[in-house]
C-alpha cells in the first residue's frame, strides 16, 4: 500500500513551507525569481507577506496575485525559484501560460528588460 497523507497533515506541511517563504529579515517579503533554463534571473516578483494563506484541502494559494514586476534581463521563463527574505532558495518549479499545468502562471513567458511581467496564479497541493 501506498503512503497516504490525510488532509490535515497535507494542510500542515503546506503552511511549514509558507512558513519558510516568509522567514528571514533581510528583505520585507519573500520573491518569485522568474528564470531562463540557464539560469538567468529575468525578473523578481515580490510575495505578500504572509505569501500564502492558510492551507485549505491540501492546497495553498498564493496571496495577492495577480502581482508584477519590471524584468531586468531579456529571455524566455521556463523556471520560477521561490526566495525568503534573506534570499534563500525555498523551492523550485516551472512556469507557463494558462493551461499550461505549468506550477506558476504568468501573462507572458517570452520577456524583454523592462517589461512588466505578472504573476496570474500560483498554488502548491500537497500529495495526497
Keep these: 500500500m501506498t503512503i497516504q497523507l490525510a488532509t490535515a497533515s497535507r494542510n500542515t506541511m503546506n503552511d511549514a513551507l509558507a512558513d519558510l517563504v516568509d ?8 520573491v518569485m ?16 507577506n504572509p505569501a500564502f494563506g492558510a492551507s485549505a484541502v491540501g492546497t495553498m494559494v498564493a496571496l495577492g496575485v495577480p502581482l508584477s514586476a519590471l ?7 521556463t523556471t520560477m525559484v521561490v526566495r525568503d527574505r534573506d534570499g534563500d532558495e525555498v523551492y523550485r518549479g516551472t512556469v507557463g501560460l494558462a493551461g499550461s499545468g505549468a506550477d506558476a502562471i504568468i501573462d ?3 520577456v524583454s528588460t523592462g517589461d512588466s511581467v505578472q504573476l496570474t496564479s500560483h498554488s502548491i497541493t500537497a500529495p495526497s
Design 23 to 30: 522567514a528571514g529579515t533581510t528583505d520585507p517579503e519573500g
Design 71 to 77: 524584468a531586468v534581463a531579456t529571455g524566455i521563463a
Design 108 to 110: 507572458t513567458t517570452s
Design 33 to 48: 525569481d522568474l528564470e531562463t533554463t540557464g539560469a538567468t534571473i529575468l525578473v523578481s516578483i515580490p510575495l505578500n
